[in-house]
C-alpha cells in the first residue's frame, strides 16, 4: 500500500512538473507577434545617443537646437524625459519617456487632442500632429506597467523660428477605452455638480458618449470637453523642456 | 485494492494535477475574453473582452477627430479606433480602416449614420498578419471603406 502511495505521490510531482513546463511553453508559443521590436532594445538605444545619429541621417539642413539631453522635468511625481530631439523633413520630431504613475496600460501623454502638447517658439504654438509608441510598455520584474517612451512629431515650416524652443506637454491620461463606464463618469460628474449628464452607446464597431443635458450658459464643447475628461483618469502638468537652456 | 481501483486513482490524479498546475489567476482573467491568438482575428475587441486592458500605440489628429492604433495588453490584438472630437459638436460619418499583410488585408468600419462628438467607431482586431497601419477620419458625407489616408504609423 505504501509502496502504491509513493508511485502515486512520485508521477504526481513529475505531473506537476511536466504542466508547468508545458504551460510555459505554450505561453511562450502564443507570445505576442508584433509590429514592434523588443522595449529593451529600443529604449537602451534611445537612452543613449544612437538613436540620433540613426536619425540624423535624414534630418534637413534645419540645425536642431544644441541641448544636454536627456532634459528631466517631475511633476506630480511622475517623471518626463525628452532623449533628444531632431528634424526630419516637415516634421520636428522629439522622444520622450515618461513613468506611470499606476499601474494602468493605458496610460498616455496628451490624449484625445493635439493641444495638449504642443512646440512654441514664443511666437507661434504648434500642436503635436502624431504620437507613436517606441517599442513596448515598459513593466517591472513582476509584470506591472511602469512606463512608456513615445516618438512625437510637430508639422514645421522652412519659415519656423527654431529660436527658443519649448516642448509643453500638459497632461498624461488613460484614453476611454471602447466600453467606457459611463456609471463612473455619471458619479465623477454629480459629485463635481456639473449638472452635465451623459449617455454611453456601444455595439460592435461602434461606442463612445453623448451628452443629453448641459446647464444652458454652457456651451457644446465646454459640455464635450468636461464629459470627456471624466472618463479618464488624468495627472495635470505641465512638463515643460526648454530647448534652448544650455 | 484491485488494479482496476489504482487505475482510476491514477487517471483521476493526473486530471487533478494537470488542473491544478495552471495558474488560477491566469484563468480568471483570461475569463474575460473569449479568444485568443489568432481565433481573435476579425472579432470586435469589445464583443470578446479584448477591448481592456489596452493601450494606444499610436494616435494621429485629423481633422475634427482622432485616429488610433489600439492594442490589447491581453489578447494582443491590434485595431484601429476613428473618434469624433469635433470642437463644436457636430456629428460626422466616420470611418476606421485596419490594414495587415495577409489576406483579406483588411477590416473596415464605416458609421452608417453621422456619429455624434465623443463618439467613435473601431474596426474589428487582428493578431496575425504584421506589419498593420490604422487609417481613418471623419466627414460630413458617408465614407465608402477601406481608406488609405491619413494613417498612422
Redesign the interface.
Known amino acids: 500500500m505504501k509502496r502504491h502511495l509513493l508511485i502515486l505521490l512520485g508521477t504526481a510531482l513529475m505531473l506537476i512538473a511536466a504542466s508547468f513546463i508545458a504551460v510555459k511553453a505554450v505561453a511562450q508559443y502564443l507570445q505576442p507577434r508584433t509590429a514592434h521590436a523588443s522595449s529593451n532594445q529600443l529604449i537602451s538605444q534611445i537612452m543613449g545617443s544612437e538613436v540620433i545619429h540613426r536619425n540624423a541621417v535624414s534630418i534637413s539642413t534645419l540645425p536642431p537646437p544644441s541641448v544636454a539631453y536627456p532634459l528631466i522635468q517631475q511633476v506630480d511625481g511622475v517623471k518626463m524625459q525628452l532623449l533628444g530631439t531632431v528634424i526630419v523633413g516637415d516634421y520636428f520630431t522629439a522622444d520622450i519617456c515618461y513613468d506611470f504613475p499606476t499601474n494602468d496600460p493605458e496610460w498616455m501623454i496628451g490624449g484625445m487632442s493635439p493641444e495638449y502638447i504642443t512646440l512654441s517658439n514664443g511666437r507661434e504654438t504648434i500642436p503635436v500632429y502624431s504620437v507613436g509608441m517606441i517599442g513596448d510598455l515598459k513593466t517591472d520584474a513582476n509584470g506591472n506597467y511602469t512606463g512608456r517612451c513615445d516618438h512625437l512629431k510637430f508639422p514645421v515650416l522652412p519659415s519656423t523660428s527654431l529660436e527658443n524652443l519649448q516642448i509643453v506637454v500638459s497632461r498624461i491620461a488613460t484614453p476611454p477605452s471602447e466600453a467606457p463606464d459611463c456609471e463612473k463618469a455619471q458619479k465623477r460628474l454629480d459629485n463635481a455638480h456639473q449638472n452635465i449628464k451623459i449617455k454611453c452607446t456601444q455595439s460592435a464597431g461602434l461606442g463612445g458618449f453623448i451628452v443629453t443635458s448641459k446647464p444652458a450658459e454652457m456651451d457644446n464643447h465646454t459640455a464635450n470637453s468636461i464629459a470627456s475628461d471624466a472618463f479618464l483618469d488624468i495627472v495635470q502638468g505641465p512638463w515643460i523642456f526648454d530647448l534652448n537652456s544650455k | 485494492?484491485s488494479k482496476f481501483k489504482?487505475l482510476t486513482?491514477?487517471i483521476l490524479?493526473?486530471l487533478l494535477?494537470?488542473l491544478?498546475?495552471?495558474?488560477i489567476g491566469g484563468f480568471v482573467s483570461r475569463a474575460l475574453a473569449t479568444c485568443?491568438?489568432t481565433a481573435c482575428d476579425g472579432q470586435?475587441?469589445?464583443?470578446v473582452g479584448c477591448?481592456?486592458?489596452?493601450?494606444?500605440?499610436?494616435?494621429?489628429?485629423p481633422a475634427s477627430s482622432?485616429l488610433?492604433m489600439?492594442?490589447s495588453?491581453y489578447c494582443?490584438t491590434?485595431w484601429t479606433?476613428t473618434?469624433?472630437?469635433d470642437?463644436?459638436?457636430r456629428s460626422f460619418y466616420a470611418n476606421?480602416t485596419f490594414w495587415f499583410s495577409v489576406s483579406p488585408y483588411y477590416y473596415s468600419?464605416s458609421?452608417g449614420a453621422p456619429?455624434?462628438?465623443?463618439?467613435?467607431?473601431?474596426?474589428?482586431q487582428r493578431y496575425?498578419g504584421?506589419?498593420?497601419s490604422s487609417c481613418g477620419y471623419v466627414s460630413g458625407s458617408y465614407i465608402t471603406g477601406p481608406v488609405s489616408s491619413p494613417c498612422?504609423?
Open positions: 485494492m489504482y486513482v491514477l490524479t493526473i494535477v494537470i491544478t498546475s495552471f495558474p485568443s491568438g470586435f475587441p469589445n464583443s477591448d481592456s486592458p489596452a493601450t494606444t500605440t499610436y494616435i494621429a489628429y482622432v488610433e489600439r492594442h495588453t494582443y491590434y479606433r473618434t469624433n472630437t470642437s463644436q459638436g476606421a468600419v458609421s456619429i455624434a462628438a465623443n463618439q467613435k467607431v473601431f474596426s474589428q496575425s504584421s506589419p498593420f498612422v504609423p
